[in-house]
Protein backbone atom coordinates (compact mmCIF):
# COMPACT_ATOMS: atom_id res chain seq x y z
CA UNK A 1 0.00 0.00 0.00
CA UNK A 2 0.98 3.72 -0.83
CA UNK A 3 1.90 6.03 1.96
CA UNK A 4 -1.30 7.97 1.37
CA UNK A 5 -2.99 4.76 1.46
CA UNK A 6 -1.83 3.46 4.52
CA UNK A 7 -2.38 7.16 6.51
CA UNK A 8 -6.17 7.11 5.00
CA UNK A 9 -6.52 3.58 6.46
CA UNK A 10 -5.48 4.60 9.77
CA UNK A 11 -7.38 7.30 9.71
CA UNK A 12 -10.55 5.77 8.42
CA UNK A 13 -10.65 2.93 10.75
CA UNK A 14 -9.41 5.15 14.63
CA UNK A 15 -8.00 2.12 15.73
CA UNK A 16 -4.49 1.23 16.38
CA UNK A 17 -3.89 -2.03 17.66
CA UNK A 18 -0.48 -2.26 19.57
CA UNK A 19 0.49 -5.77 19.69
CA UNK A 20 3.26 -6.01 22.82
CA UNK A 21 3.45 -9.40 24.03
CA UNK A 22 6.37 -11.78 25.31
CA UNK A 23 5.71 -14.72 22.55
CA UNK A 24 5.70 -14.84 19.45
CA UNK A 25 2.42 -17.22 18.88
CA UNK A 26 0.17 -14.89 21.27
CA UNK A 27 1.43 -11.86 18.39
CA UNK A 28 0.56 -14.07 15.66
CA UNK A 29 -2.70 -15.37 17.52
CA UNK A 30 -3.31 -11.46 17.79
CA UNK A 31 -3.02 -10.37 14.80
CA UNK A 32 -5.23 -12.82 13.52
CA UNK A 33 -7.97 -12.17 15.94
CA UNK A 34 -8.25 -8.43 15.05
CA UNK A 35 -8.06 -9.14 11.69
CA UNK A 36 -11.46 -11.18 11.88
CA UNK A 37 -12.81 -8.93 14.09
CA UNK A 38 -12.76 -6.34 11.58
CA UNK A 39 -9.38 -3.75 12.02
CA UNK A 40 -7.83 -4.56 9.57
CA UNK A 41 -4.36 -2.66 10.63
CA UNK A 42 -1.45 -3.52 13.52
CA UNK A 43 1.08 -2.04 15.15
CA UNK A 44 4.18 -4.82 15.90
CA UNK A 45 6.25 -3.68 18.83
CA UNK A 46 10.03 -4.86 18.36
CA UNK A 47 9.94 -5.75 21.96
CA UNK A 48 7.62 -9.05 21.07
CA UNK A 49 10.33 -11.81 20.74
CA UNK A 50 11.10 -12.10 16.98
CA UNK A 51 8.52 -8.92 16.21
CA UNK A 52 10.58 -9.00 12.07
CA UNK A 53 9.70 -12.32 11.96
CA UNK A 54 5.90 -11.98 12.99
CA UNK A 55 5.73 -8.94 10.33
CA UNK A 56 7.43 -10.57 7.48
CA UNK A 57 4.65 -13.69 7.72
CA UNK A 58 1.57 -11.82 8.60
CA UNK A 59 2.16 -9.70 5.76
CA UNK A 60 2.04 -12.50 3.41
CA UNK A 61 -0.62 -14.48 5.32
CA UNK A 62 -2.92 -10.57 5.67
CA UNK A 63 -1.62 -9.17 2.43
CA UNK A 64 -4.92 -6.15 2.96
CA UNK A 65 -3.65 -5.55 6.71
CA UNK A 66 -1.67 -2.64 7.37
CA UNK A 67 1.21 -4.27 9.73
CA UNK A 68 3.28 -1.50 11.15
CA UNK A 69 6.26 -1.50 13.17
CA UNK A 70 6.24 0.08 16.94
CA UNK A 71 9.03 1.67 19.22
CA UNK A 72 11.31 1.78 16.32
CA UNK A 73 14.46 3.46 17.98
CA UNK A 74 17.06 3.38 15.41
CA UNK A 75 17.76 3.29 11.59
CA UNK A 76 19.26 0.31 11.18
CA UNK A 77 15.79 -1.33 13.02
CA UNK A 78 14.15 0.70 11.11
CA UNK A 79 15.37 -0.66 7.89
CA UNK A 80 15.29 -4.00 8.97
CA UNK A 81 11.57 -3.62 9.46
CA UNK A 82 10.62 -2.46 5.96
CA UNK A 83 12.52 -5.02 4.61
CA UNK A 84 10.29 -7.31 6.78
CA UNK A 85 7.16 -5.69 5.37
CA UNK A 86 6.05 -2.67 7.66
CA UNK A 87 3.90 -0.35 6.59
CA UNK A 88 4.49 2.24 9.22
CA UNK A 89 6.56 2.41 11.46
CA UNK A 90 6.07 4.18 15.09
CA UNK A 91 8.08 4.85 18.27
CA UNK A 92 6.94 5.90 21.81
CA UNK A 93 9.29 9.45 21.34
CA UNK A 94 10.54 11.55 18.58
CA UNK A 95 13.56 9.75 17.11
CA UNK A 96 14.37 12.55 14.18
CA UNK A 97 16.74 9.86 12.30
CA UNK A 98 13.96 7.11 12.21
CA UNK A 99 11.07 9.96 11.12
CA UNK A 100 14.00 11.26 8.17
CA UNK A 101 14.54 7.84 7.27
CA UNK A 102 10.87 6.94 6.74
CA UNK A 103 10.59 10.00 4.97
CA UNK A 104 12.83 9.41 2.56
CA UNK A 105 11.12 5.86 1.73
CA UNK A 106 7.97 7.30 1.82
CA UNK A 107 6.84 5.62 4.49
CA UNK A 108 3.98 6.70 6.98
CA UNK A 109 5.88 7.49 10.15
CA UNK A 110 4.26 8.78 14.06
CA UNK A 111 6.61 9.54 16.90
CA UNK A 112 5.16 9.80 20.09
CA UNK A 113 5.56 13.00 21.66
CA UNK A 114 4.11 14.65 24.87
CA UNK A 115 4.38 18.52 25.45
CA UNK A 116 3.17 21.01 23.08
CA UNK A 117 7.04 21.17 21.97
CA UNK A 118 7.61 18.16 21.37
CA UNK A 119 4.46 18.01 19.09
CA UNK A 120 5.20 20.98 17.39
CA UNK A 121 9.00 19.24 16.31
CA UNK A 122 7.32 15.91 15.21
CA UNK A 123 5.00 17.89 13.07
CA UNK A 124 7.27 20.07 11.30
CA UNK A 125 9.50 17.09 10.57
CA UNK A 126 6.81 16.12 8.26
CA UNK A 127 5.28 13.50 9.99
CA UNK A 128 2.26 11.80 9.29
CA UNK A 129 0.41 11.80 13.10
CA UNK A 130 1.54 12.60 16.32
CA UNK A 131 1.39 10.09 18.78
CA UNK A 132 0.46 11.52 22.21
CA UNK A 133 2.01 8.98 24.49
CA UNK A 134 0.85 8.44 27.35
CA UNK A 135 -2.31 10.36 27.63
CA UNK A 136 -3.77 9.58 31.25
CA UNK A 137 -1.00 11.06 33.43
CA UNK A 138 -1.26 14.18 31.78
CA UNK A 139 -5.46 14.54 31.98
CA UNK A 140 -6.90 12.08 29.30
CA UNK A 141 -8.80 13.43 27.07
CA UNK A 142 -8.58 16.75 28.29
CA UNK A 143 -5.29 16.73 27.18
CA UNK A 144 -6.09 16.18 23.69
CA UNK A 145 -8.61 19.02 23.94
CA UNK A 146 -6.06 21.45 25.19
CA UNK A 147 -3.18 20.43 22.43
CA UNK A 148 -5.97 20.93 19.51
CA UNK A 149 -7.14 24.42 20.45
CA UNK A 150 -3.75 25.57 19.37
CA UNK A 151 -2.62 22.90 17.15
CA UNK A 152 -6.42 21.91 15.18
CA UNK A 153 -4.19 20.52 11.81
CA UNK A 154 -1.97 18.15 13.92
CA UNK A 155 -3.62 15.23 13.25
CA UNK A 156 -2.98 13.20 17.11
CA UNK A 157 -3.31 9.33 17.74
CA UNK A 158 -4.17 9.16 22.01
CA UNK A 159 -2.25 6.15 23.12
CA UNK A 160 -1.43 5.10 26.82
CA UNK A 161 -4.67 5.35 28.95
CA UNK A 162 -7.19 4.42 26.10
CA UNK A 163 -10.20 1.92 27.41
CA UNK A 164 -14.20 1.10 27.04
CA UNK A 165 -14.63 4.28 29.76
CA UNK A 166 -12.17 6.79 27.74
CA UNK A 167 -12.13 5.63 24.03
CA UNK A 168 -15.29 7.67 22.69
CA UNK A 169 -13.89 11.09 25.07
CA UNK A 170 -11.09 10.63 23.22
CA UNK A 171 -12.61 11.24 19.87
CA UNK A 172 -14.66 13.65 20.74
CA UNK A 173 -11.74 15.54 22.00
CA UNK A 174 -10.66 15.93 18.43
CA UNK A 175 -7.93 12.22 18.71
CA UNK A 176 -7.95 10.95 14.98
CA UNK A 177 -7.06 7.57 15.91
CA UNK A 178 -6.56 6.01 19.31
CA UNK A 179 -3.58 3.50 20.23
CA UNK A 180 -4.92 0.48 22.55
CA UNK A 181 -3.39 -2.56 23.56
CA UNK A 182 -4.33 -5.29 26.38
CA UNK A 183 -7.56 -3.34 26.82
CA UNK A 184 -8.73 -4.55 23.51
CA UNK A 185 -6.72 -7.84 23.84
CA UNK A 186 -6.09 -8.27 26.63
CA UNK A 187 -3.07 -11.22 27.78
CA UNK A 188 -5.58 -14.10 28.90
CA UNK A 189 -7.48 -13.92 25.78
CA UNK A 190 -4.49 -14.16 23.95
CA UNK A 191 -3.19 -16.79 26.31
CA UNK A 192 -6.46 -18.83 25.95
CA UNK A 193 -7.10 -17.91 22.44
CA UNK A 194 -10.50 -16.43 23.08
CA UNK A 195 -11.14 -14.94 19.86
CA UNK A 196 -14.60 -14.22 20.52
CA UNK A 197 -14.03 -12.31 23.65
CA UNK A 198 -11.60 -9.86 21.32
CA UNK A 199 -14.08 -9.59 18.70
CA UNK A 200 -16.69 -8.63 21.25
CA UNK A 201 -14.10 -6.28 22.28
CA UNK A 202 -13.04 -4.67 18.93
CA UNK A 203 -16.88 -4.51 18.24
CA UNK A 204 -17.54 -1.95 21.22
CA UNK A 205 -14.10 0.01 20.17
CA UNK A 206 -15.04 0.67 16.78
CA UNK A 207 -18.68 1.26 17.88
CA UNK A 208 -17.52 4.16 19.75
CA UNK A 209 -15.12 5.38 16.98
CA UNK A 210 -17.98 6.03 15.11
CA UNK A 211 -20.73 7.01 17.64
CA UNK A 212 -18.18 10.02 18.61
CA UNK A 213 -17.63 10.50 14.95
CA UNK A 214 -21.12 11.39 14.42
CA UNK A 215 -21.37 13.15 17.42
CA UNK A 216 -18.83 15.44 16.35
CA UNK A 217 -20.36 16.07 12.76
CA UNK A 218 -24.29 17.02 14.37
CA UNK A 219 -22.18 19.68 16.62
CA UNK A 220 -19.74 20.94 13.81
Not at 1 to 15: K, N, Q, S, Y
Not at 20 to 46: C, K, N, W, Y
Not at 52 to 74: C, F, H, N
Not at 159 to 186: C, E, K, R, Y
Amino acid sequence: MTRTEVRARIEEIGILPAIRVSATDRALFALEAIHQAGIPIAEVTMTVPKALEVISEMTKRLPDMVIGAGTVLDIETARRCLDAGACFLTSPGFVPEVVEFALKNNVVVFPGALTPTEVIAAWKAGVDFVKIFPCAPMGGHHYIETLKVPLPQVPLIASGGVNQQTAFDFILAGASALGIGGQLMPQEALSKRKETQIHELARRFLGMVKDARGQKENKA
